[in-house]
């Protein structure tokens, strides 16, 4: 997939930019901090997956003193197939949000997957020592890009836990009744299950060639294992793996109802809903140790890069497209060996890439000049990359 041109609108710092990328592969926007950079890739990341990479409210996104944003492109698929895509998002006269695609109105659930992209954020060079919503957002905005089912599942089971925690402070305060729990609880088993069953199977996947992935960057384990943590059970399912949990998506739900149920009482003290996919975890085992124990940075940073490809094949296949790869001001953190290596698996992608200094092995690139609310075109460098 191809970005041709991107306009916005009251975006952040950008009252208004229009940005026309051409036929060129590798893009490098450069500015000093808080000059922009990170803000540009943000709005194409919206458009891909329909929220901030940085988890930014709607409010936050609007440039101060307004009150609406608008992010539109032009995109081209692989086989030559033009589009334009528009996320709309305003406060007033009431909050509204909704994805344009050729200008027909969707659904902001449906626009996802219209633009596959994969983001590379600096906080993911310690993706493993990061807190555990990182790690989930990676898997959910993989899998929203290439099931809709899964992003209309994760949209609902959000909306179902916020009406579940609602209604807990309510029964506290005493406004609210038990019984009422019910409902909530039948639609998030039933979501959740979507859910779980999805990170369960995509981790899976990933798992057959991370270790390969590993030891094309020089890391030699002898077993690499991708290993999903749930919320303890309280219950003993049917179809059961070795760990004891259910692994079918009927198992899941039924396990995950039963465990609503159960731990009603401790929800019902904290407010807040304990249970379910939103409180999962995964992690890299290697040699039988969770990476986040062991390695050293050098040893994380080479597993989130080898997850990085995996992350963009993955895409490929299930798509049969070459997502957009937006790296946000990560390429002069990783060694000469990690750049080349980088640089030679996202060839044929389009690139967007963010950074305060231009690398001489960026030399090839199409340079942008980030600053004051504006982008600058500089020409290329010597020595096409493309
Ligand atoms: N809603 C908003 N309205 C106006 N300006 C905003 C808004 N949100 C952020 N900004 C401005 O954008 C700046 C940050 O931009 P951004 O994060 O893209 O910088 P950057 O070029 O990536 O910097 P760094 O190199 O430090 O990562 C902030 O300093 C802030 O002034
Ligand atoms: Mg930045």
């Known amino acids: 997939m191809r970005l041709q041109s991107l306009t916005l609108q009251q975006f952040r710092s950008y009252p208004s930019l229009e940005i026309a990328f051409g036929e060129r592969d590798l893009h490098v926007l450069q500015g000093p901090n808080a000059a922009g950079k990170t803000n540009l890739l943000e709005a194409v990341a919206i458009l891909s997956s329909g929220r901030s990479f940085l988890g930014a409210e709607e409010d936050d996104l609007m440039t101060w003193g ?23 998002s305003q406060r007033l006269p009431r909050r509204a949000r909704a994805g344009f695609v050729n200008d027909v109105r969707l659904p902001i659930g449906r626009l996802t997957g219209v633009l596959p992209a994969i983001s590379f954020l600096p906080q993911d060079l310690s993706l493993f020592l990061g807190s555990p919503s990182r790690r989930r957002d ?17 949209a609902t089971y959000q909306k179902l836990l916020k009406q579940r925690n609602a209604l807990l402070r309510r029964i506290r305060e005493g406004t609210g009744r038990t019984q009422d729990l019910v409902v909530w609880e039948e639609g998030l088993a039933r979501e959740g299950a979507v859910i779980t069953f999805s990170h369960l ?9 991370l270790e390969e992935e590993l030891r094309a960057l020089g890391e030699s384990w002898q077993e690499v294992r991708l290993a999903y ?15 004891g949990r259910a692994t079918t998506r009927e198992g899941i739900e039924a396990e995950l109802k039963h465990d609503l149920l159960h731990f009603r009482e401790r929800d019902l003290l904290i407010g807040s809903t304990t249970i379910g996919p939103h409180r999962s975890d995964w992690r890299i085992d290697a040699d039988g140790r969770s990476l986040a124990s062991f390695a050293s940075r050098g040893q994380q940073r080479t597993a989130v890069l080898a997850l990085l490809f995996l992350q963009v094949s993955y895409m490929e296949v299930r798509r049969g497209e070459k997502p957009l790869i ?19 698996s996202f060839k044929g992608h389009q690139v967007l890439l963010t950074t305060t200094h231009v690398p001489p092995s960026l030399a090839g690139a199409k340079l942008w000049v980030v600053g004051e609310g504006k982008v600058m075109e500089q020409g290329v460098g010597l020595g096409r990359r493309e």
């Open 66 to 88: 307004t009150d609406h944003y608008r992010i539109r492109a032009e995109v081209r698929s692989d086989v030559g197939e033009g589009r334009t895509i528009e996320v709309v």
């Open 326 to 344: 937006l790296l946000d001001d990560v390429f002069s953190e990783l060694d000469s060996v990690h750049q080349e290596r980088l640089m030679a």
């Open 229 to 243: 943590d749930r919320h303890p059970s309280a219950r003993s399912g049917s179809s059961l793996s070795l760990d």
């Open 201 to 209: 199977e995509l981790l899976k996947v990933l798992q057959l060639s």
């Open 138 to 154: 990676l898997l959910n905005d993989l899998l929203v890009q290439v099931s809709p089912a899964f992003a209309a599942s994760l």
